[in-house]
Structures are given as structure tokens and as C-alpha cells.
């Protein structure tokens, strides 16, 4: 009988290129799940009518929003991932590992990360409008540190307006080459504990929820082409459906944008609360009359002993407080023009699940792959409450309202 030829070290070779190429690739930004292509642009605005109070010297508010947009076809340059050159300027040498860590930082670095949009590509001829979407990130991050999700989201036809924040941003960078970094000053002064933290970062959300809103004119007369209707977005924006969501404190300003402004119709909070408040009611209990999102990663289980010791209470005081908190969160959640409450897997996530970083970070393919799966996830969970909200469509997940991967809970507290 003829021997059977030995595979093994044919199949070994091969496995050790496929696990090689899964770990190249592990850090590469997943492909969005729509059909449109992607562009982008960059506007920067100067809002005469505020003066930044965290400059060092006098000067009016000014900000930079990155917009993704559903486009077509084009030979038009690929947007990088982040402009190195300006971090390093800004924070030296070793600016951007110290941002994102050393794994994270190497192929960001050898431009190996690649997006997947084009520099003021034309918009796609198929959509005569796209509904806008504001993004806002979170305290002491970067816009392009989501831009798997924003991608996602313009590859389903949206248009979504990405703001940097000054001053609470890690790093702005402008075209006459200001570039403001994070201020650590004055919220250093303001105060140690977290009632004084949150007190402070409430001031700062009231600035970023103006921004949303002055941005929001500037759309209105890029729309109807002034101050220049060169830019491919102009006349395709649809005004009349417009969301903002954020990150982190980003959520909470997106949140508090549309209880300032009914023009927004929707917004999505994306794991930002305070208190386990993701905005605050207005003295007449009145929240915003639009539909939300809260979509969160919290433990959602009861206190212990030793969490009662380690904030100097006695268990029944914590759980108390602890109850209270929750009562106050579903109050807001029922003040509302209807709400979604989403529970993001806590065990298999982390707070930055939302934005790119666990996949720059992923030391092996199969922490990639954990973080992709979780990343698609949140993209959906996003994506479907704006396709429900700003467009009619249904929602398969939010019609369920059941658990699925990398989701423990989907709740509903309807208009009243």
C-alpha cells in the first residue's frame, strides 16, 4: 500500500503565514458594512460670538469639523488616518505613544492604519440628500479615534459632522498652525473631588453643545451655498434630519445640544453620564422632547461591603444612594420624546470599546478579533436607532428589544 504523503509541515508553514497576516492585520480598521463610499472634508469656524475663556490671550471661539460623507467613486487621495507630523510638532517625539500606547502608536506611525475615505471625493449622485449626524468625542480624545465608527455610518449614507473641541481635546491642530492641546490648568484648579470634577466638566459641556449648535448654522449656509458652494456637500445636506451623538462626555453634550435646540430630532449618547445621569431635568422635570439613546457599559449589579468601605458609608447608606441614582436615571430617561436603554457586555468590554483604540492596541489576533466583533456591534446598535429616528426606517434590533452578542439589555421607555 502506497504511504500517505506527511502534510504537516506544509500545513505548519501555512499556518504560521496565516497567523503572521492575522497579526499584521489586526490593527487594521474594519471595512464598512454599507454600499456607499466615503468622503471627507474639513471646515474650520470661528464663532465671533463667544470668547474662548481657556486662551491665554483674548479671542473668539474657534473649532475644526472633519465631515464624512457618502460619495462616489474616486481617484481623489485617501484621507490619513492621523496626521503625524502636527502630534509630533504639538508633543514631541514620544507624543503619540504616550496617546495610544507603543503597540498602537507603530502603525499608525508607518501608515499602515488607512481609512477608508477620500479627500472631497463627489458626493454620491444616487442620494440627492443624506441626513446629518454631529459627533463629538470624548473628554481628552481625538475625532479620528472613531473613525471606524463615523466611517460606518457615512457608508450608509450619512453625513456626519465630526467636531474638535478646543482645549479638551488631546490635540487641535489648524491650517494657519495653531494646534491647542488639552488644558489641565484650570480643571486642576477647579477641584480634587468628583463632585468638583463633574461640576467643571459641566461647564465645558455647555461649551461643546453650543459649538454643536453653531456648527449646525454653519451647515444652514454651507446648504444654500454661502459662503462658498465649491465644497462637495454643499446643497446635499438634509437639514430636516438632523442627530448628534458623542463618547463618553461627548454623549452628554450631544444630549444636552438637543434639549437647547428642536432642530436636532435625535441623539445618541454613547457611555456618557454623570451621577449615572446622562443629562440633567430642568427644574420642571421636563428632559428633551426628542427621541435618545443611552448606550452604556455599567456593572449592573448591587453594592458590597467593601464597596460601602472603601466611600466611608455603611452598606444600607450606598445602597440608598446607589437607588437613588438609578431612579434619577430612569427619570430622565422617561422624560423624553421616547428612549432606548442599551447595555453594552461589561466583561468583554471597556469604556473605549466605542472608538478604535482597543483594535490600535490588540496584542494578539484574537483580541482584534473580540474588539472588531464588539466595535460592529456598537456600530448597529448606533446606526439602526438613526435609521429608526431620522429616517422611519424599522429596526430589527430595537423592534426585538432582546439581548444579542456584546448586548446584555435593550429597554424602552416610551413618549408620555
Not at 470668547?51 to 474616486?74: C, F, T
Not at 488644558?183 to 468638583?196: L, N
Not at 445621569?277 to 461591603?305: C, H, I, K, W
Request: charged share 20%.
Amino acid at each position: 500500500m502506497k504511504k500517505p504523503v506527511r502534510v504537516y509541515p506544509l500545513l505548519s508553514l501555512l499556518m504560521i503565514f496565516f497567523w503572521r497576516s492575522l497579526s499584521m492585520r489586526a490593527q487594521d480598521l474594519p471595512l464598512p458594512s454599507g454600499k456607499s463610499e466615503i468622503g471627507h472634508c474639513r471646515f474650520e469656524w470661528t464663532d465671533t460670538s463667544r470668547q474662548e475663556i481657556l486662551a491665554g490671550e483674548p479671542g473668539s471661539r474657534r473649532i475644526v469639523a472633519d465631515i464624512w460623507y457618502p460619495a462616489d467613486q474616486s481617484s481623489q487621495v485617501l484621507v490619513p488616518y492621523l496626521d503625524t507630523a502636527a502630534i509630533k510638532r504639538a508633543l514631541g517625539e514620544t507624543g503619540l505613544s504616550s496617546f495610544v500606547g507603543d503597540h498602537g502608536a507603530a502603525p499608525i506611525r508607518s501608515g499602515s492604519i488607512r481609512t477608508h475615505a477620500r479627500e472631497n471625493a463627489p458626493f454620491n449622485r444616487r442620494l440627492r440628500q443624506a441626513p446629518v449626524i454631529f459627533f463629538s468625542h470624548g473628554m481628552g480624545m481625538i475625532t479620528q479615534l472613531y473613525t471606524a465608527q463615523i466611517e460606518d455610518l457615512a457608508s450608509h449614507g450619512y453625513v456626519v459632522v465630526a467636531l474638535s473641541h478646543p482645549y479638551d481635546a488631546w490635540l487641535v491642530s489648524f491650517s494657519d498652525g495653531k494646534q491647542i492641546t488639552s488644558e489641565t490648568k484650570r480643571r486642576k484648579a477647579a477641584g480634587s473631588t468628583e463632585q468638583q470634577h463633574i461640576a467643571y466638566e459641566n461647564q465645558r459641556i455647555e461649551w461643546w453643545a453650543a459649538d454643536i449648535r453653531f456648527a449646525l448654522d454653519q451647515l444652514f449656509a454651507i446648504n444654500n451655498g454661502k459662503p462658498s458652494a465649491t465644497t462637495p456637500i454643499a446643497g446635499h445636506m438634509d437639514l430636516a434630519r438632523v442627530g448628534a451623538m458623542g463618547h463618553s462626555s461627548g454623549g452628554r453634550a450631544a444630549a444636552r445640544a438637543c434639549q437647547l435646540d428642536t432642530r436636532i430630532k435625535s441623539c445618541a449618547d454613547q457611555d456618557g453620564v454623570a451621577m449615572m445621569q446622562p443629562f440633567y431635568l430642568a427644574a420642571d422635570g421636563r428632559g428633551m422632547g426628542q427621541t435618545f439613546l443611552l448606550f452604556e457599559r455599567v456593572r449592573n449589579v448591587s453594592p458590597d461591603e467593601k464597596d460601602a468601605a472603601s466611600l466611608d458609608m455603611t452598606l444600607a447608606e450606598l445602597n440608598r444612594l446607589v437607588d437613588s441614582l438609578r431612579n434619577n436615571k430612569k427619570r430622565a430617561l422617561a422624560a423624553t420624546g421616547g428612549s432606548f436603554h442599551v447595555l453594552l457586555r461589561f466583561d468583554s468590554t471597556s469604556h473605549m470599546s466605542f472608538s478604535d483604540l482597543p483594535l490600535l492596541q490588540a496584542e494578539s489576533a484574537a483580541k482584534a478579533a473580540l474588539a472588531l466583533r464588539v466595535l460592529q456591534a456598537t456600530c448597529r446598535y448606533t446606526r439602526e436607532f438613526f435609521d429608526q429616528t431620522l429616517r422611519n426606517a424599522v429596526s430589527t434590533l430595537y423592534d426585538r428589544r432582546q439581548a444579542s452578542d456584546y448586548i446584555d439589555l435593550v429597554e424602552y421607555y416610551p413618549k408620555k
